[in-house]
T-cell receptor, first 110, second 112 residues
Framework: EDQVTQSPEALRLQEGESSSLNCSYT??????LFWYRQDPGKGPEFLFT???AGEEKEKERLKATLTKKESFLHITAPKPEDSATYLC???????????FGKGITLSVRP | NAGVTQTPKFQVLKTGQSMTLQCAQD?????MYWYRQDPGMGLRLIYY???????DKGEVPNGYNVSRLNKREFSLRLESAAPSQTSVYFC???????????FGSGTRLTVV
C-alpha cells in the first residue's frame, strides 16, 4: 500500500528562521511528487511537481527537493504570510490519483 | 478564471437527510475527484472519475454516490447522511496522467 508521511505535524518559526519540512514516501513506482499549500478555509493550491531524484524547484522563499525516499520543502527566511498547511502527495500507477500526506501546519511569528 | 467551482459552501443536515454536492470545472480536464478532509486524517479520496462516463471508488466510498454528468460536472450524493460524514469536502480536477490537481474551495458539511 502506498504511504506518504509528513513531519513534523506542526512547526513554529520566528520570522527569518529558515527550516525544512519533510515528506517521506513508500510507494511502488513514483511518477511524481507534488507539494501544495493550503490556507485556512480554502482548497489546496499547487506549488511544485518533482519527477526524479535530484530534481529541485524554487518559488520565492520555497525550494523543493527530491530523493529516492523523501522530499523536502525548504523555507528560507520565512515571513508571517508563509503560515499555512503544506501538503505533499505522490502520484503512482497508470491513473491520475494522488496519495496525500496529512500535512504540516507552519506558523511564522513576526 | 473560475477553475473548479463547488456548491454549496456550507450545509447543515439532519441525520438521514440526503443532499448532492455540486462541482464544475472549466479547464477541460478529463479527470475529477472528490476528497474529504478531517482533522488528523488528511485528504482521503472518496470517488474519482478518470474520464467522462467512468467512475471508480477511492479509499472511503461507503455512504456516497457520484455522477459524472458530463466532462465539466461531477456531483457527490449523500443518500442518508450520518454524523460521521461531517467533514470538509473538496472537488478537484486534473489532466490525465498525474499532473497537478486544481482544487475547489470546499464544502463544509455538518450532520447533526
Amino acid at each position: 500500500e502506498d504511504q506518504v508521511t509528513q513531519s513534523p505535524e506542526a512547526l513554529r518559526l520566528q520570522e527569518g528562521e529558515s527550516s525544512s519540512l519533510n515528506c517521506s514516501y513508500t510507494v511502488s513506482g513514483l511518477r511524481g511528487l507534488f507539494w501544495y499549500r493550503q490556507d485556512p478555509g480554502k482548497g489546496p493550491e499547487f506549488l511544485f511537481t518533482l519527477y526524479s531524484a535530484g530534481e529541485e524547484k524554487e518559488k520565492e522563499r520555497l525550494k523543493a527537493t527530491l530523493t529516492k525516499k523523501e522530499s523536502f520543502l525548504h523555507i528560507t527566511a520565512p515571513k508571517p504570510e508563509d503560515s499555512a498547511t503544506y501538503l505533499c502527495a505522490a502520484h503512482t500507477g497508470a491513473n491520475s490519483k494522488l496519495t496525500f500526506g496529512k500535512g504540516i501546519t507552519l506558523s511564522v511569528r513576526p | 478564471n473560475a477553475g473548479v467551482t463547488q456548491t454549496p459552501k456550507f450545509q447543515v443536515l439532519k441525520t438521514g437527510q440526503s443532499m448532492t454536492l455540486q462541482c464544475a470545472q472549466d479547464m477541460n480536464h478529463n479527470s475529477m475527484y472528490w476528497y474529504r478532509q478531517d482533522p488528523g486524517m488528511g485528504l482521503r479520496l472518496i470517488y474519482y472519475s478518470a474520464s467522462e462516463g467512468t467512475t471508480d471508488k477511492g479509499e472511503v466510498p461507503n455512504g456516497y454516490n457520484v455522477s459524472r454528468l458530463n466532462k465539466r460536472e461531477f456531483s457527490l450524493r449523500l443518500e442518508s447522511a450520518a454524523p460521521s460524514q461531517t467533514s470538509v469536502y473538496f472537488c478537484a480536477s486534473s489532466e490525465t496522467g498525474g499532473y497537478g490537481y486544481t482544487f475547489g474551495s470546499g464544502t463544509r458539511l455538518t450532520v447533526v
